[in-house]
């Protein structure tokens, strides 16, 4: 799965002080916080500022005048690949560098801006683009890039004996999967996500477990097991692979569903990280799982920025 693209740099450019336009220069370095010698550098999520040529002609059209590369206060000016149709964790690949998009667009600095001061509008804060360096090097106008999207990697692993002898159909691991896909594809993002049926056996789901983490998998849910029945696994095998426990989400489902269906409250779910995947330990019943990922999915892109380093406040 890939839809790889190329692009070029038209312009690099710098500015030693934040609000203004930037100047451009023959060449930049990107280093570990960003454009060496650029006001915008720091420790944070956008320490490279990205405009696409695209846009620049587009808003030129629609402000009737013309306008220089930096004057957005750019960092990078592109040609080729529409910036804004990209979403976070993409990648830009140059010869050298690397850069991982992190933001499309920004609020708009109003009267702090020299464009809005000039025009009453601005293109950055709709199509402009952030982004942090992987990987750092020397770029220059001239220089080709390629765009690589982020695939995000999902397993959902189904808990039955009776579906894992095919005595009856999995119903709730395919709930799962198109509940996890409509989130990924509202959200701009791609995404393969796998799916098995295993019995409630506390080694195969481990060997899941420890196959997702070795691969490097983003999200991993399970479904069926969290009941306190003698095959109920599910959350004690999880346990043993969760790094950082995130106890208020199930707490906060457990509540919820549990004033009008006490048995609810016997469910054991858990949730948290694993190394740099979410796990996610679901009940089996259809229903649960739309009730559990619902309310997942409300705090999933959250907690997705969160275990990649970055901040958004």
Known sequence: MTDEKRGFIRSVNISITKGTVKQPVPKIRLFDKGVEGDAHSGSWHRMVSLL???????????????FKFGDFAE???TEGLLLYETAPFDRLLFDEAVLEITQIGKKCHGKG???FNEVGNCVMPKEGIFARVLRGGTIKAGDGFTYQPK???ARVITLSDRASRGEYDDLSGPEV???????????????????VVIPD???QLAMQFEETRQQQYDIIITTGGTGIGPRDISPDVAKQFIDKEIPGIMEHIRWKYGQEKPQALTSRSVCGTMDQSLLFVLPGSVRAVKEYMEEINKSLKHLMFMLKGIDLH
């Open 113 to 115: 801006c020299a464009i």
């Open 201 to 203: 056996d506390a080694a």
């Open 75 to 77: 960092n990078i000016t």
């Open 52 to 66: 696409g040529i695209e846009s620049y002609e587009k808003f030129t059209a629609e402000a009737g005048r013309s």
């Open 151 to 153: 695939i995000f990697k």
């Open 177 to 195: 999967e198109r509940l996890l896909s409509e989130f990924f594809t509202a959200n701009g993002w791609k995404a393969d996500i796998g799916r």
